[in-house]
Nanobody, 125 residues
Framework: QVQLVESGGGLVQAGGSLRLSCAAS????????MGWFRQAPGKEREFVGG???????YYADSVKGRFTISRDNAKNMVYLQMNSLKPEDTAVYYC???????????????????WGQGTQVTVAS
């Protein structure tokens, strides 16, 4: 069983930055494919970005160039650096994990086996 705990959410002004963190349990974290998703009020959950075990990244078009995903395998951590935040980035942000790269499609929720509880990000205009 893999447990994921997000942190770092909060209230920020438009144009500001936040860094979200996701702490993962598991002895083989370095082999996990990881993803970030978000869900705004009244909307479906959507893909934000994903990262392979080796650090290759994928992003949704809406965040490309503003958000950066990174990981520290020694600490079992994944990060989402969010810059130039916009009010439309307001959402609950979720970390997700798949213990293998096999059959992993970064943008598909069904590709992930484990999910965190989410952290709220609010961007004020």
């Amino acid at each position: 069983q893999v447990q994921l705990v997000e942190s770092g959410g909060g209230l920020v002004q438009a144009g500001g930055s936040l860094r979200l963190s996701c702490a993962a349990s598991g002895r083989t974290f370095s082999s996990y494919a990881m993803g970030w998703f978000r869900q705004a009020p009244g909307k479906e959950r959507e893909f934000v970005g994903g990262i392979t075990w080796s650090g290759s990244t994928y992003y949704a078009d809406s965040v490309k160039g503003r958000f950066t995903i990174s990981r520290d395998n020694a600490k079992n951590m994944v990060y989402l650096q969010m810059n130039s935040l916009k009010p439309e980035d307001t959402a609950v942000y979720y970390c997700a994990a798949r213990p293998t790269q096999r059959d992993w499609f970064p943008g598909l929720e069904d590709s992930y086996d484990y999910w965190g509880q989410g952290t709220q990000v609010t961007v004020a205009s």
